[in-house]
């Protein structure tokens, strides 16, 4: 069975919407640019990557590029594939919400346009950055952050992968501990602001109001979702666990463990980038893998969906 996972801000590019231009599906960007007052269209072709690397225009492009492929995939057999569970990483879990129809495509695209003005506005008020810990495992990075003004773990990604948020001398006095207790190495993230972290919390009030505005309704497949790393398929709940997602951890290794007892054994990720694909190589050692970023890695997927 599959196991459907999204990317989240940070993996995208510039250019990354060009390749699906000239796919039918490609006319999902026309209508979410209606919703958002955006052209959506532009950002995903021809912006630089200065302007994808701003929080506002990078969680939404994301998250479009993600639907354009999972329309994409469903017309290549995915909608007939035997599906466990789904999950998305910080703002996948939105195109997760989308994949199980928890949520609509537009109030879906609504509610990333505001969770991104949101932490973007909560980043300019409180400049913040993360960094990624390698080599040590998440409790000895919580160590690590322990008694360290300004420094929260925000993602355990993989076996030996843990992000670290909050402010620059935060971080770098984490980062100093994390490499005395052994880490490899302590690579700072080019992001926005400190996310998944407290310095988040004015971005969850004026979130609330767009979850308050959203129709939530139950999920077809259950979504493991990242406050908890457990599934869930009832929509009542939801906006409560978005709503907590923008300070909370992240718990992907967990979520990738959960998804596979669920049932999953091929991991498919759809949208840009690879890095969840990897994570999955590092988590669950006998899971098949496959991505879909380009139109050209279509042509793969029905093995893959006939496999798993």
């Known amino acids: 069975m599959l196991a459907l996972i999204f990317p989240g801000q940070g993996s995208q590019r510039p250019g990354m919407g060009g390749p699906w231009r000239d796919h039918p599906s490609w006319v999902l960007v026309s209508r979410l640019s209606e919703v958002c007052g955006r052209d959506l269209d532009a950002l995903l072709v021809d912006a630089d990557a200065d302007t994808l690397r701003a929080t506002r225009n990078a969680q939404i492009a994301t998250f479009v590029l993600s639907l354009v492929i999972l329309d994409a995939a469903r017309q290549e057999g995915l909608a007939a594939a035997p599906t466990a569970a789904v999950a998305g990483h910080s703002l996948g879990e939105y195109s997760a919400l989308v994949a199980v129809g928890v949520i609509s495509a537009e109030d879906g695209a609504r509610l990333v346009t505001e969770r991104g003005e949101a932490m973007q506005s909560a980043a300019d008020a409180a400049p913040g950055t993360m960094a990624a810990v390698l080599g040590l495992d ?10 360290v003004d300004g420094a929260w773990v925000a993602n355990d990604n993989a076996p030996g992968q843990v992000v670290i948020s909050g402010t620059a001398e935060g971080i770098e006095r984490a980062g100093a501990n994390a490499r005395d207790l052994g880490a490899k190495r302590v690579l700072p993230l080019a992001v926005g602001g400190a996310f998944h972290s407290p310095l988040m919390a004015p971005a969850q009030v004026r979130l609330e109001t767009a979850l308050r505005s959203a129709t939530f309704a139950d999920a077809a497949v259950p979504i493991v979702t990242n406050v908890d790393a457990d599934a869930h398929r009832d929509g009542a709940g939801s906006a409560e666990r978005l709503r907590a997602q923008l300070c909370a951890p992240v718990r992907w290794r967990d979520s990738l463990v959960r998804l596979h007892t669920l049932g999953a054994t091929t991991f498919v990720e759809l ?5 969840l694909s990897g994570m999955v190589k590092r988590t669950v050692a006998d899971a098949s893998r496959a991505n879909v970023a380009t139109p050209d890695d279509l042509a793969g997927l029905a093995a893959v969906t006939a496999t798993g």
């Open 138 to 147: 998440f409790d000895t990075v919580v160590q690590a952050c322990t008694g």
């Open 271 to 275: 949208g840009p980038g690879t890095e």
